[in-house]
């Protein structure tokens, strides 16, 4: 299986929450409280992603975190490579040289394509993006809910591709 590592995942749900206060500035307690994230954790979450120049800090009385420029302007790639380092599915699609096997690889293309693909999906789907799904879904036979966006048709948007999955005869699927 492949995902992203729990810290990452806490990273996003930090990150939104931050988001969701554009001009305040939360202690660690209050993001604590309002992720039910434990506070040693959302402090060394928002220590990595100060580090990424993410989230600005403030000292004082007063002090605490807001998001360093708008919630459009940061990827969700930014938060992944925050956490986890560089985005690669494997050693060969981050650069040459890792792999005494690279002269030989059948497959070194195809994977620095999937990489690729991956790559931009991620740099899609903006943090302001993640905001909107933050929000309660109604009851799924509630006619007013809110349709939410598939990780699917979010990555085959971002590879310029159709979102299910295509049949022998071409038709796309869910």
């Not at 988001?19 to 220590?47: N, R």
């Not at 070194?108 to 999906?121: E, H, I, P, Y």
């Not at 309660?136 to 036979?141: L, R």
Request: net charge negative; hydrophobic share 40%; aromatic share 2%.
């Amino acid at each position: 299986m492949l995902r992203v590592s729990r810290l990452t995942d806490y990273a996003t749900v930090v990150m939104t929450c931050i988001a969701a206060h554009p001009h305040d500035v939360l202690s660690t307690g209050q993001i604590a409280d309002e992720t039910h994230l434990e506070l040693p954790t959302v402090s060394k979450l928002l220590k990595a992603l100060g580090h990424a120049t993410l989230v600005e800090s403030f000292r004082g009385v007063n002090g605490g975190y807001r998001l360093a420029r708008a919630a459009a302007d940061i990827s969700l790639a930014e938060i992944v490579e925050a956490l986890e380092g560089p985005i690669g599915m494997t050693e060969c699609s981050l650069a040459d040289g890792h792999c005494d096997r690279e002269s030989q690889c059948g497959v070194r293309g195809s994977w620095q394509q999937v990489n690729s693909v991956l790559d931009n999906a991620l740099r899609a789907v903006s943090l302001a993006d993640m905001l909107k799904t933050r929000l309660p879904v109604a009851e799924s036979g509630d006619p007013a809910a809110p349709k939410k966006t598939s990780p699917r048709r979010i990555a085959a948007a971002a590879a310029g591709a159709p979102a299910g999955r295509s049949n022998a005869a071409g038709v796309t699927t869910e």
